[in-house]
């Protein structure tokens, strides 16, 4: 009898070497009821990297793919092969769900993990000259961008922040986000008095990861817990829109996930939460991605065992970018947090390019039965739609006393790094950076070959491609 490999090929693609970034050859195996990546480079060797611990789950990533929605224009030629001509190159399958715009380098922080690698030494500021072209970069690109988020460092310690905001609102973006460690809005409550001024259509996207000293230091060098506790009073008062921002690494804070959802439930302000495993980029002291790594799949099971809220079907694929992004979200009523993501079949998500309304079918919405319509017949009455939120979700119809304050989500942003890296994948990112030279470069890519000094590599990896 001829002997058996140990694992099942499943596919082919094409990755990186982590030790040197050139691109290797990697099988997708399936073995023990996990999926991973198998490269070599003829350099460093093989590498082994688990990219999921449910193949069913990946499996069923693929019947959540959705046809490609393109920007308006392209920035870079295809010249050198994807992921060396960021961006966004012609090759590129997805436009920018949401884009961030780093106003500064500097911060009021310097946490151990931090893919920008940011810290209170770092004294760059963009002028508002620079911000506008990048915002006007995206608005180039996307005509009505979805979500732009304003992100550093810091932002909220530049000193025109308001100017910056202001000068945002003024174009046409259906949705403004601030990424901030909330330490100026805990110990400023005029700040966060001004902050919510600009409601509606600005939501501020929190670092909140962990409610035990000891994660809170490994993560961010600093006990943060009564600034997070300060941050989230103001913000309840003002109802000023908040994501919480969960950063995750195995062993560490991953057993807070339950515990996190059910807190974020009970926040005026807190319409959802974000889990995003540590990428391997940019400054990451204390971590070994061979064993702190988390992939989607292990956080999604975290949420469905320890929520007490979200069931197996409620956590699903993301169609624009299924294999690094999932969703679930609800509906929170009269002391009641009822799920709808389990409403959505597939297979018309798919048939309705993504945009599906559903009837909610609840004897808190009044019984009413479910029904499915196209997106032009119906549009969502609350103040903000799902769409503007993440754009290739489906649209939620419910009745008119339902307003965006009555919408919870949690999401899992899982971002590729030269580990897990899949050509096939980061082609669909929709999470993407702007570039101080107005490229518009997926989150992904941008980590490992663009941010500061790393180009300077690629072009080595560039030209020996072109020998």
Request: charged residues 25%; hydrophobic residues 35%; neutral net charge.
């Given at each position: 009898?001829?002997?058996?490999?140990?694992?099942l090929f499943h596919d082919l693609t094409l990755s990186i070497?982590?030790?040197?970034?050139?691109?290797?050859?990697?099988?997708?195996?399936?073995?023990?009821?996990?999926?991973?990546?198998?490269?070599?480079?003829?350099?460093?060797?093989?590498?082994?990297?688990?990219?999921?611990?449910?193949?069913?789950?990946?499996?069923?990533?693929?019947?959540?793919?959705?046809?490609?929605?393109?920007?308006?224009?392209?920035?870079?030629?295809?010249?050198?092969?994807?992921?060396?001509?960021?961006?966004?190159?012609?090759?590129?399958?997805?436009?920018?769900?949401?884009?961030?715009?780093?106003?500064?380098?500097?911060?009021?922080?310097?946490?151990?993990?931090?893919?920008?690698?940011?810290?209170?030494?770092?004294?760059?500021?963009?002028?508002?000259?620079?911000?506008?072209?990048?915002?006007?970069?995206?608005?180039?690109?996307?005509?009505?961008?979805?979500?732009?988020?304003?992100?550093?460092?810091?932002?909220?310690?530049?000193?025109?922040?308001?100017?910056?905001?202001?000068?945002?609102?003024?174009?046409?973006?259906?949705?403004?986000?601030?990424?901030?460690?909330?330490?100026?809005?805990?110990?400023?409550?005029?700040?966060?008095?001004?902050?919510?001024?600009?409601?509606?259509?600005?939501?501020?996207?929190?670092?909140?990861?962990?409610?035990?000293?000891?994660?809170?230091?490994?993560?961010?060098?600093?006990?943060?817990?009564?600034?997070?506790?300060?941050?989230?009073?103001?913000?309840?008062?003002?109802?000023?829109?908040?994501?919480?921002?969960?950063?995750?690494?195995?062993?560490?804070?991953?057993?807070?996930?339950?515990?996190?959802?059910?807190?974020?439930?009970?926040?005026?302000?807190?319409?959802?939460?974000?889990?995003?495993?540590?990428?391997?980029?940019?400054?990451?002291?204390?971590?070994?991605?061979?064993?702190?790594?988390?992939?989607?799949?292990?956080?999604?099971?975290?949420?469905?065992?320890?929520?007490?809220?979200?069931?197996?079907?409620?956590?699903?694929?993301?169609?624009?970018?299924?294999?690094?992004?999932?969703?679930?979200?609800?509906?929170?009523?009269?002391?009641?947090?009822?799920?709808?993501?389990?409403?959505?079949?597939?297979?018309?998500?798919?048939?309705?390019?993504?945009?599906?309304?559903?009837?909610?079918?609840?004897?808190?919405?009044?019984?009413?039965?479910?029904?499915?319509?196209?997106?032009?017949?119906?549009?969502?009455?609350?103040?903000?739609?799902?769409?503007?939120?993440?754009?290739?979700?489906?649209?939620?119809?419910?009745?008119?006393?339902?307003?965006?304050?009555?919408?919870?989500?949690?999401?899992?942003?899982?971002?590729?790094?030269?580990?897990?890296?899949?050509?096939?994948?980061?082609?669909?990112?929709?999470?993407?950076?702007?570039?101080?030279?107005?490229?518009?470069?997926?989150?992904?890519?941008?980590?490992?070959?663009?941010?500061?000094?790393?180009?300077?590599?690629?072009?080595?990896?560039?030209?020996?491609?072109?020998?």
């Amino acid at each position: 009898m001829m002997p058996n490999r140990p694992y099942l090929f499943h596919d082919l693609t094409l990755s990186i070497c982590s030790t040197c970034l050139e691109k290797v050859e990697a099988k997708v195996i399936f073995e023990n009821g996990r999926v991973y990546l198998l490269k070599t480079c003829m350099k460093h060797g093989r590498e082994k990297v688990l990219i999921s611990d449910d193949i069913e789950y990946y499996k069923k990533c693929r019947d959540f793919t959705k046809p490609s929605e393109m920007p308006l224009v392209w920035n870079t030629p295809i010249k050198y092969g994807c992921p060396y001509d960021c961006g966004l190159c012609p090759d590129h399958e997805q436009h920018s769900c949401l884009t961030l715009v780093e106003v500064t380098d500097q911060c009021n922080l310097q946490c151990p993990i931090c893919y920008a690698e940011s810290s209170p030494h770092r004294k760059s500021w963009r002028s508002l000259e620079q911000i506008e072209a990048m915002l006007d970069a995206v608005v180039r690109n996307e005509g009505t961008p979805d979500i732009v988020q304003i992100s550093g460092g810091e932002p909220t310690i530049h000193p025109q922040f308001f100017e910056i905001l202001d000068l945002a609102k003024r174009k046409p973006i259906r949705h403004l986000m601030i990424n901030t460690n909330g330490i100026r809005i805990a110990r400023d409550k005029e700040f966060a008095r001004r902050l919510a001024a600009y409601m509606p259509g600005i939501e501020l996207y929190l670092q909140f990861d962990s409610f035990e000293q000891e994660a809170l230091l490994e993560l961010r060098g600093q006990d943060l817990r009564n600034i997070r506790e300060q941050a989230i009073a103001h913000l309840n008062e003002l109802n000023l829109s908040t994501t919480l921002v969960v950063t995750l690494k195995k062993g560490l804070n991953d057993h807070e996930i339950g515990k996190i959802i059910q807190y974020a439930l009970k926040q005026r302000a807190v319409r959802g939460v974000t889990f995003q495993p540590i990428q391997a980029a940019g400054r990451t002291e204390q971590f070994d991605p061979a064993t702190d790594r988390l992939t989607l799949s292990e956080v999604r099971r975290g949420i469905i065992e320890q929520s007490e809220l979200f069931a197996a079907e409620d956590i699903i694929p993301v169609p624009c970018h299924s294999d690094c992004l999932a969703m679930g979200y609800a509906l929170k009523l009269g002391g009641r947090t009822v799920p709808l993501t389990r409403l959505i079949d597939p297979q018309v998500l798919l048939e309705s390019g993504g945009n599906t309304i559903v009837y909610e079918q609840d004897e808190v919405l009044r019984g009413k039965v479910f029904e499915l319509f196209s997106l032009n017949q119906t549009p969502l009455t609350s103040g903000f739609k799902l769409r503007e939120l993440l754009c290739c979700l489906p649209f939620v119809k419910v009745p008119e006393h339902i307003g965006y304050d009555n919408i919870f989500r949690v999401i899992i942003m899982q971002f590729l790094d030269p580990y897990n890296f899949d050509v096939r994948s980061v082609k669909k990112s929709c999470v993407h950076i702007v570039h101080p030279d107005l490229r518009i470069i997926p989150f992904d890519t941008y980590n490992i070959f663009y941010r500061d000094g790393k180009e300077e590599r690629l072009q080595e990896i560039r030209s020996k491609a072109l020998r």
